[in-house]
């Protein structure tokens, strides 16, 4: 129920409208789109408008998200309908707002409008707040130079992870060139937080972690010096940043140091900074203080806490460890007798990490902490009789019935402070539950000249009312007598009680626990879900550009399949009774194999794009028939038609003819120098000669097809070998007239066709030539002289023959 109160309210309810909106309004512009207008237009019936519809709508719910002037989401919206529905504005019988460049003028006025009202408005910002321009604006340089403390706080945060980055550098070179590094990779870190003289430094030493560093290994069992600033405590296990109990004063410095050391976590460990925090606490820290020094202690750690989980963006488990545990009465009698396997187990509570209910009531959690200690103080009293029966100094014995008492005392204040500390705020964005995860009890057993008297029983009230003394506190620190059995009191020096399992068990094991924060979560899950939304749009939209370009395939396909079962049917026939004048049908049902009706082969449109496109096979595949049709029956064709016109001009010995057949002839057949102009050219001019050309319908179309058949190189297949008789046959023929007869005959021959009209008698003189002259020539008053013989076409001639061109000839001639 408070997950739905908080969805339904304030942020939540307005950024869950949004996202309403969002969905409502991309749905309608992609589905009722098209069915949108006014008269018969239809502004979003194409993909591009609405796209441009859903980019407005990404625009406008980000700007709603992120709190972005009304003006701008104004402006974003006019934009969109000037290029959107401005096309189809009209003005008396004109649409201005047709081409792009209108638009992009009006769209380009809207945005320097609205840039010009920005800066107005950030005028009257400024004037009202001068320091409203410093929050957009990040300080270059650092008002003051900062301290030694501060660059030494980051110079050992950069040293932690330097070394911890040594992990990875032992790996082979090609692991780490192969592989990439996980960002979770590593040894966890946690943060050491509490007062002055907690024993924080003491505690990891004698956690019974191994040290790898000699330096911090010769510190074990010792007694340490209090920590300045903060320190890299390394283990085999995990790393410990000791921080300096100041952290937790009210003083202006520390508190600045403290900033400097989150931001460095920060800047060094962007993304799991630490995976814990262990808040150590002495006993007579929580005995010997006041009832206002008691909310400072747990204020001050609250705050740390929220600050890093703030600035951090983490959700980390909290440890409580309440250390000096010896300097209560009995303690060190009581536990006198356990053994080093025995002081090496956790004494304290572990509680369920993350969402409890429960304990989100006022006074839940302090209810909770006092029930699981009193189990504790409940073990104690279960073993007193036995712990009795085994002790022989009646002193120590005395001493064992006041620990029940002073860890009944402790009891209470602890779970006082602690739900200061750790109960769940409802305006907490970062946390909803209690990240307290366990409260334990530790003793190093250091050398301490003071002991904690418990003011509640009855022999200390009556010392403080001899005494004068008024008890503001449950206990008090009084100096210890001189023991009277010194080796006793140097043997106990370096016994740790209940570290071992501790950190090993339950401490670096809980590194997974640490996460991101609710705020920092909320927006990875969106991110995520906008990804996962983009990744399915996605896949719906390749899904369905593919089964659209597999459909169109498909009826391509089909409409082929068709094509070529005519195709073999029209082969058949053929084969059967190759006649010429069913040739070219054949020949243009193989070229047009692969086409479609709507499909540009060259460029097919993006709907057959998308994979399964198989036009450019089919066009491949198409033309390689249609080159081996016109390599094995065109071919032959010509080949035949043109053997047989030389058969008939060397029986007629028409000597004009002659020539230019057996040059054909020769070139076909592989002889001659090949010139596929020419030969394309010659061919067609004698299949007009006669008539096998009327059956294609056009000369360019039957010219085409020579284009084709000898484009390529292996044309000459399928042809006839040359026929040497004939051609010496033809040769012989030539040889009968003069070389010059020829190359005359051949340049009239083509001279003719660029030589001017003939002239006749009535060209000359007019209609009144037969008063004057007359001509017993009937043929030559008909025809005349030939105009290859005039003057004029002597001047117009030689401009085009010259003695190269008649050196040619007279190369070429047969």
């Known amino acids: 129920m408070s997950f739905i109160s908080r969805l339904f309210s304030g942020k939540s309810l307005r950024r869950l409208l949004l996202i309403v909106f969002f969905c409502l309004l991309t749905a309608t512009i992609w589905f009722l789109g098209p069915y949108l207008g006014f008269g018969d237009t239809r502004p979003l019936e194409s993909m591009e408008p609405r796209l441009v519809s859903l980019l407005m709508a990404v625009l406008l719910l980000l700007g709603g998200w992120f709190y972005v002037p009304m003006f701008v989401l104004v402006a974003v919206v006019a934009c969109t309908l000037v290029w959107v529905v401005g096309p189809w504005l009209l003005t008396g019988e004109v649409y201005p707002l047709q081409s792009v460049f209108s638009r992009s003028v009006i769209i380009a006025v809207i945005v320097i409008a609205t840039l010009v009202w920005a800066g107005w408005r950030l005028l009257q910002a400024l004037a009202h707040n001068p320091a409203f321009l410093s929050a957009f604006v990040k300080k270059s340089l650092p008002e003051k130079v900062e301290s030694a403390s501060f660059s030494e706080l980051r110079n050992v945060i950069r040293d932690g992870v330097r070394y ?7 790996q082979s070179l090609w692991r780490r060139f192969f592989f990439i590094r996980p960002q979770e990779e590593g040894l966890p870190w946690f943060l050491l937080l509490g007062p002055k003289r907690a024993g924080k430094t003491s505690l990891v030493f004698a956690s019974g972690q191994d040290f790898p560093l000699p330096e911090q290994l010769n510190r074990k069992g010792k007694e340490n010096a209090p920590t300045r600033h903060c320190e890299c405590l390394f283990t085999n296990e995990a790393l410990f940043l000791d921080t300096s109990g100041k952290y ?34 002495s006993a007579a820290d929580i005995l010997t203080l006041e009832g206002n020094a008691v909310l400072e202690l747990s204020s001050a750690i609250r705050a740390r806490l929220d600050n890093l989980r703030d600035s951090l963006g983490l959700r980390f488990p909290v440890y409580v460890t309440v250390t000096h545990l010896d300097q209560l009465t009995g303690f060190t009698a009581y536990f ?14 572990t509680l369920p990490y993350g969402p409890q209910p429960e304990l989100n009531t006022s006074g839940a959690l302090k209810t909770r902490i006092e029930d699981e200690l009193s189990l504790l103080e409940s073990r ?60 334990y009890f530790l003793s190093n057993c250091q050398p301490n000249n003071n ?63 640490a996460s991101s924060d609710m705020r920092r979560g909320q927006h990875v899950k969106l991110w995520h879900l906008l990804g996962h939304m983009a990744a399915i749009a996605f896949s719906l939209w390749l899904i369905s550009a593919m089964s659209a370009s597999h459909k169109n395939n498909e009826k391509y396909l089909s409409a082929v399949t068709t094509k070529i079962r005519a195709l073999a049917t029209q082969v058949s026939d053929y084969s059967k009774q190759p006649e010429p004048e069913n040739l070219p049908a054949l020949l243009n049902a193989t070229q047009g194999l692969a086409q479609y009706d709507g499909l540009d082969m060259e460029s097919p449109a993006m709907a057959w794009r998308y994979g399964l496109y198989t036009g450019s096979a089919m066009v491949k595949n198409a033309d390689s028939l249609y080159h081996f049709y016109l390599e094995r029956y065109l071919v032959v064709q ?29 070139i076909f057949s ?10 394309a050219e010659t061919i067609a001019d004698l299949w007009e000669d006669n008539g096998k050309i009327n059956a294609y319908g056009q000369r360019y179309i039957f010219v085409a097809h020579l284009n084709a058949l000898f484009s390529n190189k292996q044309w000459h297949k399928y042809r006839d070998s040359e026929d040497k008789k004939l051609t010496r046959q033809a040769r012989d023929i030539l040889s009968q007239q003069t070389q010059t007869s020829r190359i005359w005959q051949r340049m009239q021959t083509e001279l003719e066709t660029d030589a001017p009209a003939n002239r006749t008698l009535r060209s000359i003189i007019g209609d009144r030539s037969s008063q004057v002259f007359t001509l017993n020539d009937e043929a030559l008053l008909q025809e005349g002289i030939p105009g290859i013989y005039t003057r004029e076409a002597w001047q117009e001639i030689k401009k085009k023959w010259s003695s190269c061109c008649l050196n040619y000839k007279m190369r070429t001639n047969g």
């Not at 600045?256 to 799991?272: I, S």
């Not at 001899?466 to 016994?495: C, F, H, K, M, Y």
């Not at 080949?639 to 020769?666: C, F, M, P, T």
Request: proline share 0%; glycine share 4%.
């Open 248 to 281: 937790l004063s009210d003083d202006k410095r520390a508190h600045e140091e403290w900033e400097n050391l989150v931001a460095a976590l920060k800047k060094y460990r962007a993304h799991k900074a630490i995976h814990g925090v262990i808040v150590t606490l």
């Open 670 to 679: 592989g002889s001659g120098r090949f010139d596929a102009n020419y030969l």
């Open 451 to 513: 002991a904690l008297v418990n003011n509640s029983t009855l022999l200390q009230k009556w010392r403080n009312t001899v005494t004068q003394t008024r008890a503001r506190t449950p206990a008090s620190l009084s100096q210890n007598t001189t023991d009277e059995d010194e080796l006793i009191t140097g043997a106990t020096w370096g016994r740790q009680f209940f570290h071992k399992a501790l950190f090993s068990d339950v401490i670096v094991q809980d590194n997974y626990l």
């Open 380 to 439: 104690i009293l279960d073993a007193i009789n036995v712990r009795q029966q085994e002790e022989y100094d009646v002193q120590e014995r005395k001493q064992m019935y006041a620990l029940s008492q002073d860890f009944r005392m402790l009891r209470h204040s602890i779970g006082e402070i602690l739900h200061n500390i750790f109960f769940a705020s409802r305006f907490d964005e970062t946390c909803s539950y209690s990240v307290l995860r366990g409260i």
């Open 164 to 170: 911890m980055e040594r992990m990875y550098r032992t």
């Open 638 to 666: 010509i080949g035949n038609d043109i053997h047989e016109a030389l058969q008939q001009a060397v029986h007629r010995e028409d000597i004009r003819s002659l020539y230019s057949l057996l040059k054909l002839y020769l």
């Open 336 to 349: 006198r007798h356990l053994t080093e396997k025995d002081r090496e187990q956790i004494w304290g509570v």
